[in-house]
C-alpha cells in the first residue's frame, strides 16, 4: 500500500531578500514567525490539524508604501511567495502563508491620509478601533465593523471579511457605495501602483490578498451615534426572532446590531451571564440612544430587558459586539473546544420558513445564532450557529443539507476561495484581474486554487 508522503517545503533565497531590502525592518527569529503567522484558525477542527504547521520563513515590516514596493519587487524577482497581513484575526486562515515566503506585515500603514464629511481614505494596517475614534472627532463612524475590531485593520477587513455590526443598516461590503476606492501595489519585477475606483474596488474585496496588496482605502462613513446596548431575554429563541425581525425592519430605528441567539449559547457569555437567564434564549441590539423608547415601543412588552449601558470600547470594557458575530463562538470555545460552527446566509423570501427547517432538522446539533442584515436590499439573516462537532463526514453531511434547503454555506473550514465560497468558484473578475497584478501567483498561494500562473 502506497504511503502518502507530504511535499517537502519550499526554499526560497531568504539571504538574498534581507540584501535587496536593505534597511526595512524584518523579523526571522523562528519561533516569533510562527506566532505570527497563525490566526483563529484552530476555531475549525478540520483547520486546527491541517495547518498547525503552516507559518513563514520572514516577516517583512514596511513603513511605507514604498517599502511595500521595495518588497514586492524583491519578491518577484526571487520568486518569494507573499503574503499581506496586519491583526492576524481571521477565522480560517485567510493569511495564513501555506507556502511559506514572506509574512507582510502592514501594520505600520496606520494613517488617516484625509476625511471628508461621509468619507475617510486612509492606510490599510490602520487598526478599526483607531480609525473610528479618528473619525468620531468629526462626527463620523465606520458603516460597519467586524467584531474584532479592536484588534482587526481596515485591510484585513476589506481584504477577508464580507461585513459585520452595521449590515443590519448597510448590507455587506459587497453592496454597491460601501467600498469607494482602494490603492494596491502589484507584484511584479517592476511593481505598478494602481487605483481601484467604486465597482473595481471589489475585486480586492474578500480576495484573501491574493489580487494586490492593498495600501489604502477609500470607505464611506454614516453619522456617529451615542450606541446603546441592549440585552432582551426571551422563553423561547422563535419570540427573540420574532421581536429582533420587528427592530430589523423598522427604517426609523437607528440600528447597528439585531442579534438572536437561542439558549444554551448564553451561558458561555462569561461577564455577560448576569444579563442572560438559565434557560433563556436572548436578543442582542445596538441601538442609537435617541431611538431607544421607539426601540421598546416595539417590542410592546415582549421579553425582560436585563442589560442596558452606553456602548464602551476602552480598556478594561468588553462592548456587546464582542459577544455576537464569530465573538459568539470564540465565547463558547474559551471553555470549551468541543464545538464549531458554520457561517449561513438564509433565503429572505424564506426566512421564518427556513430558519425553522433547520432547527428541527438538527435539534440539539446546530444551535441557532441569527445576525440580521440587508441583503440586495432586503432583510434577511446570516448566521453563525454553534455546531456541535463530532466528524468531519458529519459536518460535512450539514453543510450539504443546509445547501439541498436553499440555505448558503460559506464554508469556514477550508481554505481556498472557491471552497469556502457560496458559490464553490472565484469570482471571475478577481480571477481575471490576479493575472494581471500577480501574474506569477506569488500572492497568498493557494488560496485562489483555481488561478494558474501566467508566468
Known amino acids: 500500500m502506497a504511503i502518502h508522503q507530504t511535499p517537502p517545503r519550499p526554499t526560497y533565497d531568504i539571504a538574498g531578500l534581507i540584501a535587496a531590502l536593505g534597511d526595512i525592518p524584518v523579523i526571522t527569529e523562528p519561533v516569533i514567525v510562527r506566532r505570527r503567522s497563525r490566526d483563529f484558525f484552530w476555531y ?18 514596511p513603513r511605507d508604501e514604498a517599502d511595500v514596493i521595495q518588497t514586492a519587487a524583491a519578491c518577484a524577482r526571487l520568486r518569494i511567495p507573499l503574503t499581506a497581513r496586519a491583526g492576524g484575526t481571521g ?58 475590531k479592536r484588534t482587526a485593520t481596515i485591510g484585513g477587513f476589506v481584504a477577508g471579511g464580507s461585513g459585520g455590526i452595521g449590515s443590519v443598516a448597510y448590507g455587506g461590503l459587497r453592496e454597491p457605495g460601501n467600498i469607494l476606492a ?4 502589484t507584484v511584479e519585477e517592476e511593481p505598478r501602483v494602481l487605483e481601484l475606483r467604486d465597482d473595481a474596488a471589489q475585486k480586492v474585496n474578500r480576495a484573501y490578498g491574493t489580487t494586490g496588496i492593498i495600501t489604502e482605502l477609500e ?67 445596538m441601538i442609537a440612544e435617541p431611538f431607544l423608547d421607539s426601540f421598546k415601543a416595539i417590542l410592546s412588552g415582549r421579553g425582560m ?10 480598556p478594561g470594557q468588553v462592548p456587546l459586539y464582542e459577544y455576537s458575530w464569530n465573538h459568539t463562538t470564540l465565547q463558547w470555545l474559551k471553555t470549551d473546544r ?49 455546531v456541535r462537532y463530532t466528524t468531519p463526514e458529519r459536518l460535512n453531511q450539514i453543510i450539504a443539507q443546509h445547501e439541498e434547503h436553499g440555505v448558503l454555506v460559506a464554508n469556514p473550514h477550508v481554505v481556498s476561495l472557491e471552497d469556502g465560497s457560496r458559490h464553490k468558484r472565484a469570482d471571475a473578475d478577481q480571477l481575471g484581474f490576479k493575472a494581471n497584478v500577480d501574474p506569477m501567483g506569488l500572492l497568498n498561494p493557494g488560496k485562489m486554487k483555481s488561478f494558474v500562473p501566467v508566468r
Open 44 to 61: 475549525s477542527p478540520i483547520l486546527a490539524e491541517e495547518l498547525k504547521s503552516v507559518a513563514a520563513d520572514i516577516i517583512v515590516k
Open 91 to 148: 477565522n480560517y486562515g485567510q493569511a495564513m502563508p501555506l507556502a511559506g515566503g514572506v509574512l507582510l506585515d502592514m501594520t505600520a500603514l496606520d494613517q488617516v491620509i484625509w476625511q471628508k464629511p461621509g468619507v475617510v481614505r486612509v492606510q490599510a494596517g490602520m487598526n478599526l478601533l483607531s480609525l473610528d475614534k479618528a473619525t468620531r472627532a468629526a462626527g463620523f463612524e465606520l458603516r460597519m465593523h467586524p467584531s474584532t
Open 182 to 185: 482602494a490603492r494596491i501595489v
Open 219 to 285: 470607505m464611506p462613513l454614516a453619522p456617529a451615534w451615542p450606541w446603546v446596548d441592549v440585552i432582551v431575554a426571551f422563553d423561547t429563541f422563535w419570540e427573540a426572532f420574532e421581536a429582533g425581525r420587528s427592530i430589523a425592519m423598522a427604517d426609523g430605528v437607528v440600528k447597528k446590531l439585531v442579534t438572536p441567539i437561542a439558549a444554551p449559547i448564553p451561558a458561555y457569555f462569561g461577564a455577560l451571564k448576569s444579563a442572560c437567564p438559565e434557560g433563556k434564549s436572548i436578543l442582542l441590539c
Open 305 to 314: 430587558v436585563t442589560h442596558e449601558a452606553p456602548s464602551e470600547e476602552g
Open 338 to 386: 468541543s464545538i464549531t460552527y458554520l457561517q449561513l446566509l438564509y433565503p429572505f423570501d424564506r426566512l421564518e420558513e427556513s430558519v425553522r427547517k433547520m432547527m428541527d432538522l438538527f435539534e440539539g446539533e446546530v444551535l441557532p445564532h441569527l445576525e440580521f442584515i440587508r441583503f440586495a436590499g432586503n432583510i434577511t439573516c446570516s448566521a453563525l450557529p454553534i
